[in-house]
């Protein structure tokens, strides 16, 4: 959460020449309301289970950049699907910059109505940090760096591999 999927998905595309999508934007667009929203409608486990299909559809389309929410990696059958699909990205973000990040945003479900979010992101650190490093290709640590470096370091490193 607030590492920069987005932002730096789209430069990376744009450097590649390939479409890029995110997975949560489209799950809002597709069901007409925000994530927050199915959150409190449908709870945790209903919004994995369409973020799950949505990664599923989207992992098809050929030369594309998508970014997935911060939480799709805690879904095993996700997990399989990003690994097998296509080169795994993990942007490494420190706990001071996830605060600095999401401090404003308003539509961080799992953060919302925290009494302290700084626990809050460290826990979900602590549960996810594992399973990311369990499928990442590439680890990138973000760091204080630009998105526009970041995309270039990273498509650096996917030609370095031989996936770009």
């Given at each position: 959460?607030?590492?920069?999927?987005?932002?730096?998905?789209?430069?990376?595309?744009?450097?590649?020449?390939?479409?890029?999508?995110?997975?949560?934007?489209?799950?809002?667009?597709?069901?007409?309301?925000?994530?927050?929203?199915?959150?409190?409608?449908?709870?945790?486990?209903?919004?994995?289970?369409?973020?799950?299909?949505?990664?599923?559809?989207?992992?098809?389309?050929?030369?594309?950049?998508?970014?997935?929410?911060?939480?799709?990696?805690?879904?095993?059958?996700?997990?399989?699907?990003?690994?097998?699909?296509?080169?795994?990205?993990?942007?490494?973000?420190?706990?001071e910059?996830?605060?600095?990040?999401?401090?404003?945003?308003?539509?961080?479900?799992?953060?919302?109505?925290?009494?302290?979010?700084?626990?809050?992101?460290?826990?979900?650190?602590e549960e996810?940090?594992?399973?990311?490093?369990?499928?990442?290709?590439?680890?990138?640590?973000?760091?204080?760096?630009q998105?526009?470096?970041l995309?270039?370091?990273?498509?650096?490193?996917?030609?370095?591999?031989?996936?770009?």
């Amino acid at each position: 959460m607030g590492a920069g999927k987005t932002t730096i998905g789209r430069r990376i595309a744009e450097i590649k020449g390939m479409s890029f999508v995110d997975s949560d934007h489209e799950v809002e667009k597709r069901t007409g309301v925000d994530i927050s929203f199915i959150f409190d409608m449908e709870g945790e486990e209903g919004f994995r289970k369409r973020e799950r299909e949505m990664i599923a559809e989207l992992s098809e389309q050929p030369n594309t950049v998508m970014a997935t929410g911060g939480g799709a990696v805690l879904d095993e059958s996700t997990r399989d699907l990003l690994s097998a699909r296509g080169v795994v990205v993990y942007l490494e973000t420190s706990l001071e910059q996830q605060l600095a990040r999401t401090r404003k945003a308003s539509n961080r479900p799992l953060l919302e109505g925290s009494e302290d979010v700084e626990a809050t992101l460290a826990a979900l650190m602590e549960e996810r940090d594992p399973l990311y490093r369990s499928i990442a290709d590439i680890v990138v640590a973000t760091g204080e760096q630009q998105a526009r470096r970041l995309a270039r370091e990273i498509v650096e490193q996917l030609e370095a591999i031989g996936t770009a």
